[in-house]
């Protein structure tokens, strides 16, 4: 009876543990984006970018904090956050999606891979599905993750006042560079 019980323990940890074996998280994640005109160059960086990945069923759930973008000059940075996305109202943008090309991933094999991604971003209150490709390089057990979309302020309900709506780009340039940890 006791071998059976320690038997059975013994599955059940292993159970659990590969539960999180193919969860990966990152803290540092960097996403930026640019909104340049021939009028006025326009680019943020935000290096706290916080995601979860699960390499089982392709999940990928990011959290990004709208005052963590950084411009170069803090005049813009300060318009961003209070006039434009309202940072204080709409404190994060969050993207709930999954990786729909999954069997075309090794994780477990070192290489690059194409990533179909598919979900639902949030910026500014509003949520939009968004489709996107992204390369998954798998070296060493390291995940890194990058990928690049458009997003338009008007379909976030971001008004651009007239005044300077033409420093600021219509379609903006969002650029992810991720590298994951096992949990």
């Not at 813009?76 to 006039?83: K, S, W």
């Not at 994780?107 to 290489?111: L, S, T, V």
């Not at 390369?135 to 890194?144: C, R, Y």
């Given at each position: 009876?006791k071998?059976?019980?320690?038997i059975?323990?013994?599955?059940l940890?292993i159970?659990?543990?590969?539960l999180?074996?193919q969860k990966?998280?990152?803290k540092d994640g960097?996403?930026w984006?640019n909104?340049?005109t021939?009028?006025?160059?326009?680019?943020?960086?935000?290096r706290?970018?916080?995601?979860?990945l699960d390499a089982a069923t392709?999940?990928?759930?990011?959290n990004?904090l709208?005052?963590?973008f950084?411009?170069?000059?803090?005049l813009?940075?300060?318009?961003?956050?209070?006039?434009y996305?309202e940072?204080?109202k709409?404190p994060?943008?969050?993207?709930?999606?999954?990786?729909?090309?999954?069997?075309?991933i090794n994780?477990?094999?070192?290489?690059s891979?194409n990533?179909d991604i598919?979900?639902?971003?949030?910026?500014h209150?509003?949520?939009?599905?968004i489709?996107?490709?992204g390369?998954?390089?798998?070296?060493?057990?390291?995940?890194?993750g990058?990928s690049?979309?458009?997003?338009e302020?008007?379909?976030?309900?971001?008004?651009i006042p007239k005044?300077?709506?033409?420093k600021i780009a219509?379609?903006i340039?969002v650029n992810v560079d991720i590298?994951?940890?096992?949990?």
């Open positions: 009876m071998t059976l019980k320690l059975l323990i013994a599955f940890m159970g659990v543990q590969s999180f074996a990966y998280i990152s960097h996403v984006f909104a340049s021939p009028l006025e160059n326009i680019e943020a960086h935000n706290q970018s916080a995601s979860i392709g999940e990928l759930v990011f990004i709208i005052k963590s950084e411009f170069k000059a803090t813009m940075q300060e318009h961003f956050n209070e006039n996305m940072s204080g709409f994060k943008a969050t993207f709930k999606g999954k990786i729909t090309n999954l069997s075309a994780f477990a094999k070192n290489g891979y990533a598919t979900g639902d971003l949030t910026i209150g509003v949520t939009k599905p489709n996107t490709k390369l998954i390089v798998i070296k060493e057990g390291v995940i890194t990058t690049k979309f458009i997003v302020p008007k379909d976030y309900n971001i008004i005044l300077v709506e033409g219509k379609q340039e590298t994951y940890k096992k949990m």
